[in-house]
């Protein structure tokens, strides 16, 4: 069976360290064409993580995919996750720079296509039995026709990509229960949002593994650090900048999305 090429990267590595001890210069070339392609929504491009850069999908150095690179120095590295990117915008403008050589994919995607911001500013604004309402109709569109729009996208980054690792991530759960918020959504409708995330999840994870990717959960790594927990991860409702609700925090990129895919990796 073909060793992967992160396989193939993480021994090269450890040559490189042994080449540095003694000599043997050429064992670090190995790392030379190991390329990694991050796609996605507004989790993979940071927002809520700040310093972003001057385009509209507000990509950051302190993205999961950013830190990663950083840390393994991939010889290249290309980043079009997007804030906002449904499925069909990843088909339509995130793609372009996989190829046969990719030896890593990561994604966060399925979240808007379910309508997660309508489904919060439904929560945040109208009554508790109006929010569940909305979560289980986010939850029927998970069942009917998320899994197609997920097929097409994982289908497309096979076939650009055949010999990638592709590592799908989750999405945390929004709240810890019977937390420190006194104020805001009730119980009930925290416990319906943190169900619905699991309910996507799920989703993701199973077309994940019906195209041989590696699904990641995050939720393990955000226990602990959900919005009520008084050590947050993730940004409560923001008035001021609405647009960073509920995304992680610089913390929660760097505690929560990288150990996460690096383990997965």
């Known amino acids: ?5 992160f396989a193939a990267l993480t021994s090269s590595l450890l040559l490189a360290a042994g080449a540095a001890l003694f ?7 190995a790392t030379a064409d190991f390329g ?7 989790y993979s491009s940071g927002v809520g993580a ?4 001057s ?3 507000k990509r950051t150095s302190r993205a999961y995919p950013a830190l990663w690179a950083a840390a393994h120095s991939p010889q290249t590295f290309s980043f079009t996750a997007c804030s906002g990117a449904r499925t069909g915008d990843v088909l339509s403008g995130q793609l372009g720079p996989l190829n046969s050589g990719t030896d890593l994919v990561s994604i966060t995607i399925g979240g808007n296509d379910a ?3 309508d489904v919060m ?3 945040v604004l109208q009554s508790e039995s109006t929010c569940i309402n909305r979560v289980n109709q986010a939850k029927a569109y998970v069942d009917s026709t998320l899994p197609g729009q997920l097929d097409q996208v994982y289908t497309a980054i096979h076939g650009r ?3 990638a690792h592709v590592v799908v991530l989750g999405y945390p759960r929004f709240y810890k229960l019977n937390g420190t918020c006194a104020t805001g959504l009730t119980e009930g409708e925290r416990s319906a949002i943190n169900g619905a995330a699991d309910y996507l999840n799920a989703a993701i994870a199973k077309r994940a593994a019906d195209h041989g990717f590696t699904f990641a959960s995050v939720a393990g790594a955000f226990t602990g650090h959900e919005i009520c927990s008084g050590d947050a991860w993730l940004h409560s409702v923001n008035w001021l900048n609405i647009g960073e609700s509920y995304h992680p925090t610089a913390a929660g990129q760097s505690g929560g999305y990288l150990p996460v895919l690096t383990n997965a990796a």
């Not at 000599?23 to 070339?29: P, S, Y």
């Not at 990694?36 to 507004?42: N, T």
């Not at 700040?50 to 850069?53: A, H, L, R």
């Open 1 to 5: 069976m073909k060793m992967s090429r």
């Open 23 to 29: 000599g043997a210069g050429q064992a670090a070339a």
């Open 36 to 42: 990694y392609v991050a796609l996605g929504d507004s």
């Open 50 to 53: 700040g310093n972003y850069d």
């Open 55 to 57: 385009g509209n999908c």
């Open 115 to 117: 309508g997660f911001s």
């Open 121 to 123: 500013t439904t929560c």
């Open 161 to 163: 990509a055949p010999a």
